[in-house]
């Protein structure tokens, strides 16, 4: 007996590792006490409503009251969203361990994201800035150089980042090194590029970036509080709070809103005038005959007993019917996505910045994905393919220097004048 107690003594003892749990990390045993994750079956659903929709009221009140600032704020405010994803998902696969002996490494990936920022937005921005800076020589062609070597310089920055990943490289730590450069691509293709077409919208008319957004929030709310009230039947396994009577009470809600707030927000110039530059003043403009009201004769299906036989619309509102489908039926899948790679990670949300709503990521998911699509479709099926002189002149401006415009004045008055007096 006693060599046997001697013999188990001198085994050594493993110590029990404990798992610190992350904030947002999810608990695999979490939910099954109540036996459904379907919110009509949730006992906190009404504290938990209560907070999200304090926390909507004043995400909604901020939205507006930037939106009312202009393009420019508009867009700070993106750039700044762009900036607290980045930091999400860097998070979200960030080891604290490894990371000690890899000083400088969260440094480089904040090179490659504010790289792409740069190319991104000096080949969205471009024009604008150039008619912002025309009537200072000086600053005209310090621009110009600028632009046209945009791409000079920004491939220069990645591959100093390039070669910077390279020296760093440690024995033992390669995995760890390689999977965070790809993670960064990743988000860099997948989050960044994606979200700067809304920057995109903006500078077409604020009406561009305000329906598809407001569509994407509307879609939200309802299908929020459809299946808080008639949910019952599970929509998809990723999402198991998502139900069908939410999806399809949020899509007809979000199709009759694209219809009718198109006709709100078209009768403003503000949101509908492009900005030709990056100034903050008012802004003027011909409409166009997308934001002119026409008279349209109902359809002879329509009841008897309906009191109007023909409506005033606006052309836009049709294109509005396109956008309303995209962002209730496909745009989902954005958060469907997002689903199901929190899934993968064993994560509740990418972060906790927003009570009841998680992170900044959680709720752009969505967003995402219809600005590429509004972009798409505004640029394909809204903005006229033919050329014109305004776009003539734009490229004159981008693309040659100041000393080639006035060749090409003198050239073309030059033309001018020999046809109009062959003609004579």
């Known amino acids: 007996m006693q060599s046997e107690n001697n013999s188990s003594a001198s085994i050594p003892t493993t110590p029990r590792l404990r798992h610190r749990r992350r904030p947002n990390e999810v608990n695999p045993d979490a939910g099954k006490a109540n036996g459904s994750h379907l919110l009509v079956n949730d006992r906190n659903k009404y504290k938990s409503f209560l907070v999200r929709a304090y926390s909507t009221v004043w995400m909604i009140g901020g939205f507006v009251s930037i939106v009312y600032m202009g393009h420019l704020y508009i867009t700070a405010m993106v750039v700044v969203i762009q900036i607290f994803m980045a930091r999400e998902l860097f998070n979200l696969l960030r080891k604290a361990h490894e990371e000690r002996d890899l000083p400088g490494f969260r440094l480089l990936n904040w090179h490659f994201f504010f790289t792409a920022m740069l190319f991104v937005y000096g080949r969205i921005l471009s024009q604008r800035l150039v008619n912002t800076v025309t009537p200072d020589k000086f600053l005209f062609q310090l621009v110009s150089s600028l632009i046209k070597y945009n791409m000079v310089i920004c491939y220069s920055l990645y591959i100093a980042g390039f070669v910077w990943f390279i020296l760093t490289l440690k024995k033992k730590m390669y995995k760890y090194q390689f999977g965070q450069y790809a993670w960064t691509h990743m988000i860099l293709i997948v989050v960044f590029t994606q979200s700067s077409f809304t920057v995109a919208n903006i500078f077409e ?130 958060g469907f996505f997002a689903s199901g790679f929190k899934r993968a990670f064993k994560v509740k949300d990418f972060g906790d910045s927003i009570p009841g709503h998680g992170g900044i990521t959680d709720r752009m998911d969505c967003q995402m994905v219809m600005a590429v699509f ?29 000393e080639e415009q006035q060749a090409l004045y003198v050239k073309l008055g030059q033309i001018i004048q020999e046809r109009l007096f062959g003609h004579s």
């Open 374 to 402: 509004a972009y798409i479709y505004h640029q394909s099926f809204v903005v006229p393919q033919s050329l014109s002189v305004e776009m003539i002149v734009e490229q004159i401006l981008t693309n040659l220097t100041l």
């Open 205 to 334: 008319g604020i009406f561009w970036f305000l329906l598809p957004a407001s569509l994407i929030v509307i879609n939200d709310i309802a299908a929020y509080v459809f299946g808080f009230f008639f949910g019952r039947t599970p929509l998809i396994k990723l999402s198991p709070k998502k139900t069908w009577e939410g999806f399809i009470g949020a899509s007809v809600a979000t199709i009759i809103s694209a219809f009718v707030l198109a006709n709100i927000m078209g009768r403003f110039q503000w949101l509908t005038c492009p900005r030709k530059d990056l100034s903050t003043g008012w802004l003027h403009c011909d409409p166009g005959p997308l934001y002119k009201p026409e008279s349209f004769t109902l359809p002879g299906w329509v009841p008897s007993w309906f009191p109007w036989k023909e409506i005033i619309v606006l052309p836009v509102q049709w294109h509005a019917l396109c956008l309303g489908l995209f962002a209730s039926i496909i745009a989902p899948f954005g």
